[in-house]
């Protein structure tokens, strides 16, 4: 039962690859090096990025970012603050861009006077932006 | 009968004999005390009554005793304690009365007399449950806006002075803002910061929102 040279080779090269790839599963991706059955350290909280400028769409259907913070606005069946900047009447004022014209449409393509309600909900799709760089 | 039909102007008769006896003492120049230990005593009850009724009034300007009732306490304090007046960076904080009652006496004392129509509220119930305060809640809000509209926004303006606030250090987007409508006296604080210690109520109808 003497394994052949070539067997003894592949297991160490086997297990050598494991190894590696193990601790590299392990130390890397978002957890860190923290071991598997502990929790580590959490990450620092950064802070909202604040600014005006608009930024560059990843991929043409992509719902804009918000580049400021919203912090504390209300969006509910009460109100929107949102739309105290956003909305078509309020943009001469703000100077905020207009809410897509797309918003006024129904699910069955009609356009409404106003904002259609599927689409109130701002933060279903637009998103603030933190300030953290991605690892 | 002859006996309560007898009582009843002996007691009146009384009261009425002391009131006029109280009458005339009051308006006689006194026979016994002098001068000065009258214009003394009268200085020290002035002293005490004075000092009294102001602190009662402070008391009265706590958030203690705002809360002590549960509609302020389980409605609007409660909403508070999640926006940047109430929890923030530096710790400093707004309570209560620093933004509903004005600092200066005379506007403060005809802010508590308004104030009398709460403790009528709170007695009889007006917003004892959170539907009776939603309910509510557009019209008391309106009643505050129109508040800070009239006067100008002082509360937030006791804090908050447009001398002292470095556009360069806020996004850009406060610093246009500032600079085009408050600097400009155009439009007052309240007008765009709405809802930012308490939750909105139904906003159809309220300009700008």
Redesign the interface.
């Known amino acids: 039962m003497i394994a052949s040279p070539r067997i003894l080779v592949l297991a160490a090269l086997f297990a050598a690859l494991s190894t590696s790839l193990l601790a590299q599963s392990v130390s890397t991706g978002l957890r860190g090096p923290t071991p598997l059955d502990q929790e580590g350290p959490a990450a620092q909280m950064t802070p909202l990025k604040?600014?005006?400028?608009k930024e560059v769409r990843n991929y043409p259907e992509q719902p804009a970012v918000i580049p400021?913070?919203t912090?504390?606005y209300?969006i509910d069946?009460?109100?929107?603050?949102c739309?105290?900047c956003h909305a078509r009447a309020?943009i001469a004022?703000?100077?905020a861009p207009m809410i897509s014209i797309t918003h006024f449409m129904d699910r069955d393509g009609q356009f409404l006077a106003t904002v259609s309600p599927r689409r109130f909900y701002c933060t279903g799709c637009h998103v603030p932006q933190h300030t953290a760089t991605p690892r | 009968m002859s006996v309560t039909g007898e009582t009843k102007p002996t007691k009146i008769a009384q009261v009425r004999a002391f009131v006029v006896d109280l009458w005339y003492v009051l308006i006689r120049p006194s026979s016994v005390f002098g001068l000065g230990v009258l214009v003394l005593a009268g200085f020290v009850a002035g002293v005490i009554f004075w000092g009294g009724f102001n602190t009662a009034l402070e008391i009265t300007n706590t958030e203690k005793f705002c809360t002590g009732c549960h509609e302020m306490k389980d409605n609007v304090f409660a909403e508070l304690k999640?926006?940047?007046h109430f929890s923030n960076r530096s710790g400093v904080r707004a309570s209560c009365p620093d933004c509903h009652v004005p600092h200066n006496w005379t506007d403060k004392i005809a802010r508590k007399m308004q104030a009398s129509k709460e403790v009528w509220g709170h007695l009889f119930g007006t917003i004892d449950t959170r539907d009776k305060f939603r309910d509510h809640r557009k019209e008391l809000a309106l009643h505050e806006w129109a508040r800070f509209k009239a006067n100008d926004s002082l509360e937030c303006r006791n804090c908050h002075s447009a001398q002292s606030m470095d556009i360069t250090k806020q996004?850009?987007?406060a610093s246009?803002?500032h600079q085009r409508f408050l600097f400009t006296g155009e439009k007052t604080c309240i007008d765009?910061h709405k809802?930012?210690a308490h939750?909105?109520?139904?906003?159809r109808g309220v300009p700008?929102?």
Not at chain 1, 50 to 53: D, G, L, Q, R, S
């Open positions: 604040n600014t005006a400028e400021h913070s912090e504390g209300q069946m009460n109100g929107n603050k739309l105290s309020r004022e703000s100077l | 999640s926006t940047i996004s850009p987007r246009v803002a765009c809802g930012i939750q909105l109520p139904d906003m700008g929102c």
